[in-house]
């Protein structure tokens, strides 16, 4: 039986994104819920209510929040993370979310990779 409250399609898509990010795996976290980390280090995580968490920079968490309290919070200002209702997020915003918070925890040499490949843009 699905325990999560939100869309099976906004689950797929989440995972999706998360799978592309290099190095980037899907593992239980707290409770059993999925969560998705770079080595050890957590970059997202997805409770059954449908809230994302997303380790995000605290300046731009707090404008985030400021823009959008109905989509996105944060209940620590002691912890790097921000609170996502997936349900409110398009895919695109959720990439860059995504995005963000892997740039965070990825190593320097495959975040500088990264990065190098997005200037240049897919091969043709």
């Known amino acids: 039986m699905e325990?999560?409250?939100v869309m099976r399609s906004d689950v797929e898509?989440?995972?999706?994104?998360?799978?592309?990010?290099?190095?980037?795996?899907?593992?239980?976290?707290?409770g059993g819920d999925p969560g998705f980390k770079v080595g050890r280090?957590?970059?997202?995580?997805l409770y059954p209510?449908?809230?994302?968490?997303?380790?995000?920079?605290?300046?731009?968490?707090?404008a985030l929040v400021a823009d959008d309290p109905q989509t996105y919070?944060?209940?620590n200002p002691e912890m790097p993370f921000l609170e996502v209702r997936?349900?409110?997020?398009?895919?695109?915003?959720l990439r860059e979310l995504l995005t963000e918070a892997w740039l965070t925890v990825a190593p320097k040499r495959v975040v500088r990779d990264f990065l190098a490949?997005?200037?240049?843009g897919p091969a043709s």
């Open 3 to 5: 325990k999560y409250w």
């Open 13 to 30: 898509v989440l995972r999706r994104i998360a799978a592309a990010l290099p190095g980037a795996v899907e593992g239980p976290t707290w």
């Open 41 to 45: 280090r957590l970059f997202a995580h």
């Open 49 to 62: 209510d449908g809230r994302l968490i997303v380790r995000c920079p605290p300046d731009e968490r707090a």
């Open 73 to 75: 919070s944060f209940d």
């Open 86 to 93: 997936l349900e409110r997020v398009n895919e695109h915003t």
């Open 117 to 120: 490949a997005r200037e240049v």
